[in-house]
């Protein structure tokens, strides 16, 4: 099942810079995207999500950018912290987000000081 | 910050036997969730439950799971009788007119 995709295992970046992780979606019936950020021995923690009707959704130093016609998410760290070093997940579901979220395979972020 | 908690957090079991795994949710949250993690694998959505039943499940959710909400504030998953493949992560989730909220899971190794 490769609804969810996040092609980039793993990104390295230097502290101050922007991180841009990319998630991308087969499934058109998609409506809701989320991305959740996860630390070794926790559960995953729920940072920003955005709904098919728009295409930017931004809190603070997250960013997350949606191309319905690419089927393609992004979400922009700036700045980077190493704080923010972690597994990142994109999650995808059909209305809003209270249906099973399908997530994709994480990409672990290393931020270097 | 209000958090949802699981116990155990590491479970061993010998294969065959029943294990129940305990989630406090989020006191105000309605909907409830069972996610899971297997080593190296992608979190896969297991079952939902609201208003006392199960509103979704995937194929994965077979009649060796159960979930029951005993009370006003536990949500249980049940495994009858465990397999060696049903070693993983288990997190329990919870919503309201929020995205989901996970507990730092319950790692169950079968043996």
């Known amino acids: 099942d490769q609804q969810v995709k996040q092609n980039s295992p793993s990104l390295s970046v230097q502290e101050g810079r922007i991180s841009i992780l990319n998630c991308d979606y087969t499934?058109?019936?998609?409506?809701?995207f989320l991305w959740y950020k996860k630390y070794p021995a926790e559960g995953p923690t729920f940072l920003i999500s955005?709904?098919?009707?728009?295409d930017k959704n931004e809190d603070g130093r997250f960013t997350v950018f949606l191309n319905k016609s690419a089927k393609h998410l992004s979400l922009h760290i700036v700045p980077s912290q190493p704080g923010d070093s972690a597994v990142y997940f994109c999650?995808?579901?059909?209305?809003?987000?209270?249906?099973?979220?399908?997530f994709g395979s994480g990409t672990r972020l290393q931020v270097q000081p | 910050e209000p958090e949802v908690t699981q116990t155990p957090s590491h479970q061993v079991t010998q294969m065959g036997q029943e294990v129940i795994l305990r989630c406090v949710p989020i006191?105000?949250?309605?909907?409830f969730y069972w996610y899971r993690q297997i080593l190296g694998q992608k979190v896969e959505f297991l079952v939902s439950?609201?208003?006392?039943?199960?509103?979704?499940k995937s194929e994965i959710f077979d009649d060796q799971f159960s979930v029951e909400r005993p009370d006003g504030s536990n949500f249980t998953l049940k495994i009858r009788s465990t397999k060696l493949e049903d070693s993983a992560m288990y997190f329990c989730?919870?919503?309201?007119?929020?995205?989901?909220?996970f507990g730092n899971g319950t790692r169950l190794t079968v043996t």
């Open positions: 989730a919870s919503s309201g007119t929020s995205p989901l909220h």
């Open positions: 999650a995808a579901s059909v209305d809003t987000g209270r249906r099973a979220l399908t």
């Open positions: 499934n058109s019936m998609f409506d809701y």
């Open positions: 439950f609201y208003n006392n039943e199960i509103s979704e």
């Open positions: 006191s105000n949250h309605l909907y």
């Open positions: 955005i709904s098919s009707i728009k």
